[in-house]
């Protein structure tokens, strides 16, 4: 049963640190994708890729986040410097195609900035 | 532009009881997706069905159902004889075929089946 795999779990870290996320897409799918939950904003896309390529992140604050594909099995999201309002979960999900189809979500980080 | 409106922000049934969960869209565009996904408590979002633009035919899988209608932009999400383990938060999402796999979401429909 393939999965996306999300790594840490639960990040507790205090302001001004720099924080990693990692996710594992599902093998052969082609687009990846980064999301942010807050109770305040719900669901907010922050970038997404297609064959490791950005395709849009203009939903990431750009001063202090940055989504890389480093290859076809690795995502990595990052801030510096971490600050208490990033506290939230962060879901990666991996699909496949051009468009239309579903996307796969892993089990988030859930990251408190203190 | 895209949206996706599920204004039905919490909802409590007892078990049993029939629950519908309305979701309505807007996009410019002829050729779409439509999907609902499930977030019990746990936390992961879980996929639950995908429609597109072309087929209308309601689609029924175990105790759940879905009523996607054009005429009324709505793509509504039925379950049937509602069970605990139901209890989550349900999204509505919305894809187009020019935005390369990019989902709009509605705010999530929380839903508490009382036993």
């Known amino acids: 049963d393939a999965r996306v795999t999300q790594t840490p779990r639960h990040k507790v870290t205090e302001m001004g640190q720099e924080v990693t996320m990692r996710c594992q897409p599902i093998l052969g799918h082609n687009t990846v994708f980064w999301y942010r939950q807050t109770m305040m904003q719900g669901l907010e896309l922050l970038a997404y890729f297609r064959n490791r390529a950005p395709l849009d992140d203009s939903g990431m604050p750009k001063d202090r986040f940055s989504a890389e594909m480093p290859d076809a099995t690795l995502a990595t999201l990052k801030i510096q410097p971490s600050e208490p309002r990033d506290s939230a979960v962060y879901f990666c999900?991996?699909?496949?195609?051009?468009?239309?189809?579903?996307?796969?979500f892993g089990p988030g980080t859930r990251l408190t900035v203190l | 532009a895209q949206k996706v409106t599920q204004a039905q922000t919490e909802i409590s049934v007892v078990e049993k009881e029939d629950v519908t969960l309305d979701c309505v869209y807007e996009t410019r565009d002829t050729t779409y997706y439509l999907f609902w996904y499930k977030q019990p408590p746990s936390g992961e979002l879980v996929f639950l069905i995908r429609?597109?633009?072309?087929?209308?035919q309601n689609e029924i899988s175990g105790r759940y159902s879905w009523n996607f209608q054009k005429s009324t932009s709505s793509f509504n999400f039925t379950i049937t004889a509602s069970q605990v383990v139901d209890s989550a938060v349900y999204f509505c999402?919305?894809?187009?075929?020019?935005?390369?796999?990019?989902?709009?979401f509605g705010t999530g429909t929380s839903l508490t089946v009382i036993p």
């Open positions: 429609r597109n633009s072309f087929d209308e």
């Open positions: 999402a919305l894809s187009d075929s020019n935005t390369g796999n990019q989902f709009y």
């Open positions: 999900a991996s699909g496949y195609g051009r468009g239309g189809h579903e996307q796969f």
